[in-house]
């Protein structure tokens, strides 16, 4: 058996990338895609590679010749390759093709290096890797019937979403027999080229060659496979996380802060969301309006204001509604200036953001990361800002309303600002569950302000919403003046209009999330390396203990399992202890992670080999 691959086009998408070289030369996780190729093919018994060359070919053969691949190399010249496809590309390579059983593949393919190996011991003569759909996949996609056998090529342009549930994306590795190549493929292919041109994709041929039934080109589905297809920048810097070298993977995951819908069978619980809330009639009714809100401007502030009061019973002139939280932070951050004291470890936005202010940090460890109110209460009597995250992130500690109550009339007495946020408050158990958003208590505490982001409680953080009340007038226009004219968009401010309807909804998804804490903490504490402290919020904090590191733990999730935790061994105030944060998620995925944990247990910190972890349910 061979290999041939098709490296003779520009690559323009790469941008500086492959400005003086081929894609093939471009470096993942340390490695460049061919040297990775050189020894995912060596690992399934192939010496003989076949490689189709034009833009800048030297370089590429020099490269080859210099690094000792120890392997057979023939270099066949696309010459044309500035104004051909790949079509030409193996259409000049069609002798070759003709003379063995072949792999043929893409150059701009990163994949397990065990995936070549099975495909080629596969018994099936002519194979073609797919892979189920996904959203983050783009190009020609497959169809198949009950067999799996290939139904169907789809290009881009007959692409139906309303079909998605039945494609396959091709993968752009294929297995063909030397039968098969001399007697069905290398023929249409120089019909289709001599109908249709070279500047044509050779799958166009396959897609023609499906339709007979003596084909039989068998799909390979990929299943628990880490591979990419890099096309752009974005798409180097996803192969980059993915592939990233042992010690630099968890870091490389964690700079992305979010998107990670766009890595394959990644399960997230380091981002804290609602699992149960949108409801599905919800989201129905928001895709109903799709087109309409995509191209209308969203209302102004006043507007969205009169909304949000609506959703929250507040009067709206108390009310501000912000592109997520994190941008009423920091806008408050920099209208807000004296001393400011805050329980640490704290959400980082609230030590970040108030740059006018000297800040005093109070140290939870102190008191094994629980609230001490008592503390709170001295602290309050000599600043000028009190900043609390109720229930505390990342503890999940949890100042009860009669508690909080009291630190507010003791601020209110001393003229202390509190700002208090709320975000996760939803989440505590139903009997002590409460709100300051409430037209009274603000009226009550002119010096009180709340933040709640509404992103991490209704489970809506691709829209980017969060709310700031305060009773304080004067403080409300100088923060609005301080916004954009259009700071959410018109998809947020529809979520904020038809919240009514959901309200029960999204009770009962709270309620769901706080009996998934109490199961999910009730079996992290039988983790003998885990010490478990009680939340009120959608998140466990864990100490770590047995012999781990949080960054160690954290990274045997996220490279054997394809689990994402906070590790929070560097975050202020951990004094280099190792501490991690767990969300909170559904049943089944809650179930997924104590089996890793359970299996890290067990000492088999090797990991499983491809497809072997099962949880219930594909990863």
């Known amino acids: 058996m061979q290999a041939l691959m098709l490296a003779a086009g520009l690559g323009r998408r790469m941008g500086k990338y492959t400005e003086a070289m081929t894609k093939c030369m471009i470096e993942v996780g340390?490695?460049?895609?061919?040297?990775r190729t050189v020894e995912a093919l060596k690992g399934a018994g192939i010496r003989k590679f076949v490689m189709v060359v034009g833009w800048e070919a030297d370089r590429l053969i020099d490269y080859v010749h210099q690094s000792g691949f120890n392997m057979e190399f023939e270099f066949v010249y696309n010459n044309d390759y500035a104004l051909t496809n790949n079509i030409y590309s193996l259409y000049l390579a069609r002798n070759q093709l003709a003379q063995d059983d072949t792999i043929l593949l893409e150059s701009d393919l990163v994949y397990d290096p065990w995936l070549i190996k099975k495909i080629a011991e596969a018994p099936e003569e002519n194979l073609v890797a797919v892979a189920k759909y996904e959203h983050w996949m783009d190009g020609t996609v497959t169809t198949l019937d009950d067999d799996g056998v290939i139904h169907e090529f789809i290009e881009k342009k007959n692409f139906r979403f309303e079909d998605v549930s039945n494609y396959y994306k091709t993968v752009n590795i294929y297995k063909f027999s030397k039968e098969f190549s001399h007697s069905q493929y290398i023929p249409f292919l120089e019909a289709y080229i001599r109908a249709y041109g070279k500047n044509q994709y050779y799958e166009l041929v396959l897609k023609a060659l499906a339709h007979l039934p003596y084909a039989r080109l068998k799909a390979f589905v990929l299943e628990n496979v880490n591979w990419y297809e890099i096309d752009d920048e974005q798409d180097l810097d996803i192969a980059n996380t993915i592939f990233a070298e042992e010690e630099k993977k968890l870091?490389?995951?964690?700079?992305?802060y979010g998107g990670y819908w766009r890595f394959p069978g990644l399960k997230d619980f380091c981002y804290l969301v609602n699992p149960y809330f949108p409801p599905k009639k919800m989201l129905d009714q928001m895709k109903f309006f799709y087109d309409t809100l995509l191209v209308q401007y969203p209302s102004g502030m006043d507007i969205q204001r009169l909304i949000a009061g609506k959703m929250f019973s507040v009067e709206k002139d108390y009310l501000l509604v912000g592109n997520g939280a994190a941008e009423l932070i920091d806008v408050l951050g920099k209208?807000?200036?004296?001393?400011m004291a805050v329980p640490v470890p704290a959400f980082n936005e609230y030590i970040r953001c108030f740059d006018q202010c000297s800040m005093e940090p109070i140290p939870m460890g102190e008191n094994d990361f629980r609230f001490d109110l008592e503390r709170l209460r001295e602290t309050a009597r000599r600043v000028d800002i009190l900043a609390?995250?109720?229930?505390?992130?990342?503890?999940?500690?949890?100042?009860?309303?009669?508690?909080?109550i009291e630190l507010l009339d003791l601020c209110r007495e001393q003229d202390t600002t509190c700002v208090v946020?709320?975000?996760?408050?939803?989440?505590?158990?139903?009997?002590?569950?409460?709100?300051?958003?409430?037209?009274?208590?603000?009226?009550?505490?002119?010096?009180?302000?709340?933040?709640k982001s509404i992103s991490k409680s209704y489970g809506v953080p691709g829209l980017r919403l969060g709310i700031l009340a305060s009773s304080s007038c004067t403080l409300i226009k100088r923060l609005w003046k301080a916004l954009p004219i259009w700071n959410i968009n018109s998809f947020a401010e529809y979520f904020l209009q038809i919240y009514s309807l959901y309200k029960a909804s999204y009770t009962d998804a709270c309620d769901q999330i706080a009996r998934q804490r109490k199961a999910l903490s009730a079996e992290l504490e039988k983790i003998p390396f885990l010490k478990v402290y009680p939340s009120q919020a959608n998140y466990i904090m864990c100490k770590v203990t047995g012999g781990y590191t949080a960054k160690k733990l954290a990274t045997l999730l996220l490279s054997n399992y394809k689990l994402l935790i906070k590790d929070l061994s560097g975050k202020y105030g951990f004094d280099q202890q190792e501490y991690i944060r767990i969300a909170v998620k559904n049943s089944d995925e809650n179930k997924c992670l104590i089996s890793a944990l359970n299996a890290i247990g067990s000492k088999s910190e090797s990991g499983p080999s491809a497809g072997g972890f099962s949880c219930g349910y594909q990863l």
């Open 421 to 451: 946020d709320e975000s996760f408050i939803d989440f505590a158990e139903s009997e002590c569950r409460y709100t300051l958003l409430d037209d009274f208590l603000l009226e009550q505490y002119p010096n009180l302000i709340v933040i």
């Open 388 to 404: 609390v995250v109720n229930p505390d992130n990342p503890s999940g500690s949890f100042l009860t309303q009669a508690e909080l």
């Open 251 to 256: 870091p490389a995951y964690e700079c992305h």
């Open 335 to 339: 209208n807000l200036s004296g001393k």
């Open 30 to 35: 340390g490695k460049t895609l061919l040297e």
